[in-house]
């Protein structure tokens, strides 16, 4: 609907339809905001919705993208929202029916239902059952094996119109060789010692991306294990709510909020574990950029990114992502520096497997062979 620089899904968008382009195709973009479009091969058409509750641009969106698809002259396509005229789906955010399955385990039944009764999770609800009960709809590309068995067992979809391409990555800015003569610059930008064993964590929605139960880790480290870590927090968030919770455990100090950035390659560089202990996420752009910067990933079950990890090798795996005694647990033993400098070498090389090009090039096969 909106495109921002910020989010995995634009990212991914932005290099696919470069691909799309390169190929000699016409590619015609429907969304409420976008960049400005300066190749002739490249139309954008502006799709209104309506002022006010985020529920009600959901649903103006997909009515309107729907009317404007169908007023063109085009020969495919595809989806990276939950509209209702699509012949490919991309299901980037995974099922939101799950994520609210996953949700209402950590919440008290006064908020899980009021979370429920909320017009916005009943809107996409809504807007995902007419999406996966389409008859135009042909193939669902899911980024990982995880959201595609939550879409066969909630919406039965059949396994054969389901396909799987992991996200993919920028190798080439992403360089482990950059990060010895970087990392000092970086670490002095955020007033780290070179010597601090520092934790980060990318991303924005805190809750489903479990922040406070990585706050919980780092304090049972520091006051039970003794060991002293940084925590660096770079996305978009309630940070206030979550600093009081870091000073209310006596860690505030220890804990670095920069907001949403555009730009997160620095931090990489400066930190030495990345921790993404969520508690739903379809498959982790940020997991993989830390992997590509050679940082060893620790993350929960419930991430994607956790089929391509193998336990205690490119990092660790937290089978309860909201047991901050598990988590802690799982970065204990890449706090000693060979056993992180090894796991950061590994990770590095399994992201090497999984190229932003090569994405590209699986998604312009199934694209190419339906055009």
Same mark, same amino acid.
């Given at each position: ?71 063109? !002259? ?83 979809? !059949? ?100 907001? !949403? *950035? ?33 940082? !060893? ?29 598990? *988590?802690?647990?799982? *970065? ?12 950061? *070498? ?26």
């Amino acid at each position: 609907m909106r495109y921002t620089p910020y989010g995995g899904a634009e990212v991914f968008i932005s290099r696919f339809v470069e691909g799309l382009l390169k190929k000699g195709h016409k590619c015609h973009i429907f969304a409420s905001k976008w960049d400005t479009v300066t190749d002739d091969k490249l139309l954008f058409h502006r799709v209104k919705t309506l002022k006010g509750p985020s529920f009600l641009k959901a649903v103006t969106f997909a009515a309107n993208s729907s009317r404007l698809l169908k007023e063109s !002259p085009l020969d495919l396509v595809i989806s990276f929202d939950r509209t209702l005229c699509q012949d490919i789906y991309r299901a980037g955010d995974g099922c939101h029916k799950e994520w609210l399955r996953q949700r209402s385990k950590v919440l008290p039944p006064v908020k899980r239902i009021v979370t429920y009764l909320n017009p916005l999770h009943l809107t996409y609800l809504l807007l995902e059952r007419r999406l996966f009960g389409s008859k135009r709809l042909k193939v669902v590309i899911t980024n990982s094996n995880r959201v595609k068995r939550e879409l066969m067992s909630h919406y039965k979809l !059949p396994e054969e119109r389901i396909c799987v391409i992991y996200n993919g990555v920028n190798l080439d800015k992403f360089l482990p060789s950059e990060r010895p003569g970087l990392r000092g610059i970086y670490r002095n930008t955020l007033g780290l010692k070179s010597d601090s064993v520092v934790l980060l964590f990318v991303g924005s929605g805190f809750e489903r991306k479990g922040l406070a139960f990585l706050i919980k880790a780092v304090d049972i480290l520091k006051k039970r294990e003794g060991r002293s870590v940084k925590l660096v927090v770079v996305g978009k968030g309630n940070i206030r709510k979550y600093r009081n919770m870091a000073n209310r455990h006596g860690i505030g100090g220890d804990i670095i909020f920069t907001g !949403p *950035i555009k730009d997160t390659l620095g931090y990489y560089y400066a930190c030495d574990i990345f921790v993404l202990p969520s508690i739903y996420e379809p498959f982790s752009n940020a997991c993989l950029e830390a992997m590509a910067a050679g940082l !060893p990933v620790i993350t929960s079950r419930r991430n994607g990114v956790s089929e391509i990890i193998s336990q205690d090798q490119e990092g660790g795996i937290v089978e309860d992502p909201t047991d901050p005694e598990q *988590i802690a647990a799982s *970065i204990l033993p890449f706090l000693g520096g060979d056993k992180r400098e090894k796991a950061g *070498i590994a990770a590095r090389k399994k992201a090497e497997n999984f190229s932003i090009e090569g994405n590209i090039d699986k998604f312009l096969e199934i694209v190419e062979g339906m055009g």
